[in-house]
């Protein structure tokens, strides 16, 4: 019996983990062939991000991922049928195609954990296989297996496919893409077809952009949830710079890009400095996690063509850096008191930025050296050093 797989997707824009999950599906099931179908409008993600491809973009691209595939096909079956697109109804036009065929229908963890909150989950399961991709995470194989069972006493066929492979998300992939370090994570000819079409923000330039429109573009580039602490640390810093004679227009630049480059995970902070060509110490590649103020600087430097005072501030915001300016001080003081931070000691900080800038960065570097060390982890050889220099200063 031929077996057919069914990947859709809003492929916004297709990368290489949708790529190498296709192979994987053919190949661990042994399928005739896989369609990947982009959708219209998916029903999940009806709030498509600024700058995104048109469906017939996000169509040819996929024409484009896949020109060199034998068995993986794109098809434009939900984009021709117009309107939002309902799995249910793909996979009951798919059956009238292929009645004898064996249809997959692919989903990962999520999806399949809510299956039921699909539109008619019954006629999918009707008309269709299930198979999921799962990674393997703790915690996470319980739930797919309880999921499993339920399903399969309703009637339905699940496959679980362990798909290990490390994969990007969209989201991070257009991050990716204003940073111009994507790259790695397109297929041939992706990228460029991105760019020459200037999609998700590429083909612009980001240099020196004038204030309100930096804040509107660093605002699409953080994790919502970060938000309002930049906003809050751009403003501090800005008040700041008037109290201690910085230049206020730097604090503000600074303090909206110093997380920059935050909403990235460890793996891909080491793509960037790939990407830009930057030797990393023992510490930093140990602890990818502390690279955002590194990575921050050098995106506020190429990508947003920032003055050297602003992104030397962005580099020493985590660890400090001894001889740090005023500005590297107001800032990671900023970052540390902004009005959207709250712990044990934050009043005491606030007090010191503005009565004793030195004391209030001496109690920030003293107060992270101090938790670190309480958790176990390895303090950053700059902390120490700035703190040793900033104690011979007294
Ligand atoms: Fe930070
Ligand atoms: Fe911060």
Request: charged residues 25%; proline residues 5%; aromatic residues 6%.
């Amino acid at each position: 019996m031929q077996r057919i797989g069914i990947y859709g997707g809003t492929f916004n824009p297709p990368h290489l983990g949708h790529l190498r999950a296709a192979a994987y599906g053919v190949k661990a099931l042994e399928l005739t062939r896989l369609l990947m179908i982009p959708s219209c409008v998916s029903p999940h993600k009806q709030h498509l991000p600024e700058g995104s491809a048109t469906a017939r973009q996000r169509l040819e691209m996929l024409k484009i991922a896949l020109k060199d595939e034998e068995k993986i096909r794109v098809s434009d079956l939900e984009l021709n049928r117009g309107g939002e697109s309902y799995t249910w109804e793909t996979v009951q036009q798919l059956k009238k195609i292929y009645p004898m065929a064996e249809l997959i229908l692919f989903m990962g963890t999520d999806m399949f954990l809510s299956f039921d909150s699909w539109k008619k989950p019954e006629v999918i399961m009707e008309n269709a296989s299930i198979g999921v991709f799962y990674r393997g995470l703790p915690g996470e194989m319980e739930n797919i297996v309880a999921q499993k069972i339920r399903l399969e006493s309703q009637g339905a066929k699940v496959y679980l496919i362990h798909n290990p492979l490390t994969v990007i998300s969209s989201t991070d992939l257009r991050r990716l893409l204003v940073f111009q370090c994507a790259d790695s994570f397109l297929p041939e000819g992706v990228g460029d077809y991105i760019r020459e079409n200037h999609l998700y923000g590429t083909g612009r330039s980001y240099r020196q952009l004038p204030m309100e429109e930096l804040e509107k573009t660093v605002v699409g580039l953080l994790k919502p949830s970060r938000v309002a602490h930049v906003l809050g640390c751009r403003d501090t810093a800005r008040q700041l710079a008037e109290i201690w004679g910085a230049d206020p227009v730097d604090a503000a630049r600074a303090g909206l890009l110093h997380d920059i480059t935050k909403a990235l995970d460890g793996p891909l902070q080491l793509t960037l400095c790939q990407g830009y060509g930057t030797m990393l110490d023992a510490f930093s590649q140990e602890n990818p996690k502390t690279l955002h103020a590194l990575t921050g600087s050098l995106v506020a430097e190429r990508i947003f063509g920032e003055n050297p005072a602003v992104v030397r501030a962005i580099r020493s915001h985590t660890t400090g850096m001894p001889h740090m300016n005023t500005l590297d001080k107001i800032i990671y003081v900023a970052d540390y008191m902004e009005p959207n931070r709250d712990f044990p000691g934050v009043e005491e900080l606030r007090h010191l930025a503005v009565t004793d800038l030195d004391g209030a960065l001496r109690r920030g570097l003293e107060m992270t050296i101090s938790v670190l060390q309480q958790e176990g982890k390895t303090v950053s050889p700059e902390s120490a050093q700035t703190l040793a220099w900033l104690n011979e200063q007294k």
